[in-house]
């Protein structure tokens, strides 16, 4: 930890000494134990980018000519993932979703999705990808035990997809989805697309009808400032009322479906009864309140918030040999100092996140 958050750090009492006190101080085995933050948050959904490379160059995301990327020694084997997966669930992450850069490009991925599918205590494993491996990649998945997808997707037209991604491979990334529909043992299928002013207006209504025909829940997410080309502006963000406004204008009424507190997402069901759509509203809805997630980067590097500034090491101290029991008192300590909320909305306050999104695992 850098210097945010070092006043605060006085205030937090040792968490580890806390639980020190409550639970069997075997050392090496980190003991079961609430991780939750200042504010009371508990801590269950953890991100893990397994690489910071990409295939696509989606112009929200990564440049046309892609990032420095990682050294390959400075990226977390799938041995120290595992192993850190593992410490995180004996103190209260119950599902991890996995992401990159595109995580299926990393070799092998179905081996770690084996490897952690068998960590006692996770309740969900799931995946973030642009879908355009899925076909190759599906059946192996579900094999290796997935039991969760996301597959992004902003464009049905082939033009606009080539446009928003840089690559023309709508194609494979269709066909990668109905590959996927043949393994229920992953479900739900969801598709996020990125909601831009001027871009996303004029497909909703398209998307909209693939929820309803497909066994797919749709949901579009705000474009945020975490773009590695810094043109994020906030009259870009359509907003997921715009989008919802569209649909009941021009479709038909949606009655919103209960949520986990936790959720990201409103979700909605289309009045019909058929159909499922759901809108991630970080910017003009920010749910940081109810946040539940940590995230940990390719190169081993623990961020508290998409947003953070600071992000805390794993990867120095598991290589310098440290046990389990030191490497479980880093996480408390970073989640104790998680941030309170995002200040995309603070004007002038708002300091760019120290990575973009591709970089951190969206
Ligand atoms: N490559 C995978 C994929 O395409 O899903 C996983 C990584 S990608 C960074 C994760 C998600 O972040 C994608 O749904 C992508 O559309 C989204 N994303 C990237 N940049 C974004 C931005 N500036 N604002 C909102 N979402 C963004």
Not at 8 to 27: H, K, N, Y
Not at 302 to 329: H, K, N, Q, V, Y
Request: glycine fraction near 8%; include cysteine; proline fraction near 4%.
């Amino acid at each position: 930890m850098t210097d945010q958050g070092s006043s605060r750090r006085a205030q937090v009492t040792s968490i580890s000494e806390q639980l020190r006190e409550i639970g069997e101080d075997v050392d090496g085995i980190p003991m079961s134990g609430p991780l939750v933050d200042s504010y009371d948050r508990r801590i269950k959904n953890l991100r893990i980018s397994i690489t910071d490379k990409c295939n696509f160059r989606c112009v929200y995301c990564m440049p046309a000519e892609g990032l420095p990327w990682l050294p390959r020694a400075e990226i977390l084997t799938y041995e120290e993932i595992t192993r850190l997966a593992q410490i995180l669930t004996g103190i209260g992450v119950t599902q991890i979703r996995l992401t990159g850069g595109e995580p299926l490009v990393r070799r092998d991925v179905t081996e770690l999705v084996r490897m952690l599918h068998g960590i006692s205590g996770l309740e969900s494993l799931s995946l973030t990808t642009n879908g355009v491996l899925l076909g190759k990649l599906a059946g192996p998945l579900a094999e290796a035990g997935l039991t969760r997808i996301n597959v992004s997707l902003d464009s049905l037209v082939r033009e606009r997809f080539a446009e928003m991604t840089r690559r023309d491979q709508l194609e494979q990334v269709l066909a990668g989805l109905e590959t996927l529909e043949r393994y229920p043992s992953i479900s739900p299928i969801k598709i996020n697309a990125v909601a831009m002013r001027g871009f996303t207006e004029a497909e909703v209504l398209d998307f909209a009808a693939l929820a309803r025909r497909k066994p797919y829940v749709v949901r579009w997410i705000e474009f945020m400032p975490l773009d590695a080309d810094g043109n994020w502006e906030r009259e870009r963000v359509l907003t997921g009322a715009e989008i919802k406004a569209i649909l009941e204008r021009d479709l038909m009424p949606l009655v919103p479906i209960d949520a986990e507190a936790s959720s990201t997402s409103r979700r909605y069901r289309f009045a019909d009864g058929v159909g499922e759509v759901g809108f991630i509203n970080p910017v003009s809805e920010p749910f940081c309140a109810t946040c539940n997630r940590i995230r940990l980067t390719a190169d081993g590097q623990l961020r508290t918030c998409l947003f953070s500034i600071d992000e805390w090491d794993l990867r120095g101290p598991m290589r310098a040999g440290a046990s389990d029991r030191e490497l479980a008192d880093i996480f408390l300590e970073a989640v104790a100092h998680k941030e309170k909320k995002h200040q995309i909305n603070e004007g002038e306050q708002f300091q760019r996140a120290s990575r973009s999104m591709s970089q951190i695992g969206g």
